[in-house]
């Protein structure tokens, strides 16, 4: 079956600093891969996806790389603010029949201290 | 635009009432999907909805009914609810397309708490 593994949180992290959060994925297929933010008491907003293997994704400073030989979509950022605190999944997706479903990591929480 | 909208923000309701969930986009957008999501968790697909059809039911208890009255709008109709259905609602759409993955879009989501 298709999962996602994310790095186990929370991350606390000071103001300025580089974050990685890893993600992992097994799939059935050629997935795309998402990640999405949550900050709290909100819903969830796309932050970045790629469709294919070496494609980057990229928004507000975040970067995630699809690499198909690690099976990995490691989500980077190279100096986070406090308004970063969020809660960030890693998702899949499959095409065809299956294109309805998003499988979800577990989250990563992310605290960002000034 | 990617926006989709949903209301209330917050519900508050007893065992014994009935309410619904609403949630609309403006996207143009033919495939619209529910979510529960408990406290710490990742979203749980509920149900999901193609061109106003239903096309997946998680299995989900018979007092959660969905209604799609047309491709812009979602209701989740909710009547004798327990107390472990406490969590928030998401609503998502995408553009629904065999040929590419679609992306999903969330709203922010209704908070319900049942007495």
């Known amino acids: 079956g298709n999962s996602v593994t994310q790095m186990e949180g929370p991350v606390t992290l000071s103001e300025e600093a580089f974050l990685t959060i890893n993600c992992t994925y097994t799939a059935t297929g050629y997935p795309s891969l998402f990640w999405y933010v949550q900050y709290p008491g909100e819903g969830l907003q796309l932050l970045l996806k790629a469709t294919k293997a070496d494609d980057k994704g990229s928004n507000k400073g975040f970067e995630a790389t699809y690499r198909k030989e690690t099976t990995s979509f490691h989500l980077e950022k190279g100096s986070v603010q406090v308004s970063d605190s969020a809660v960030y999944f890693c998702a899949l997706s499959l095409s065809g029949g299956s294109n309805y479903k998003l499988t979800f990591g577990k989250g990563t929480l992310l605290t960002v201290n000034p | 635009d990617t926006e989709v909208t949903q209301t209330p923000k917050h519900l508050v309701m007893g065992m014994t009432n009935k309410k619904s969930l609403k949630c609309e986009q403006h996207?143009?957008?033919?495939?619209m999907y529910w979510y529960k999501q408990k406290a710490k968790k990742p979203p749980e697909l509920m149900f999901v909805?193609?061109?106003?059809?239903?096309?997946i039911n998680e299995s989900v208890p018979s007092r959660f009914s969905p209604e799609c009255p047309n491709s812009s709008l979602l209701n989740l109709h909710l009547h004798a609810l327990q107390p472990e259905d406490s969590a928030l609602y998401l609503c998502?759409?995408?553009?629904?397309?065999?040929?590419?993955?679609?992306?999903?879009?969330f709203g922010p989501g209704t908070r319900l708490t049942v007495l």
């Open positions: 998502a759409s995408s553009q629904d397309s065999s040929d590419w993955v679609d992306t999903q879009y």
């Open positions: 996207m143009g957008h033919r495939a």
């Open positions: 909805y193609s061109y106003e059809k239903l096309s």
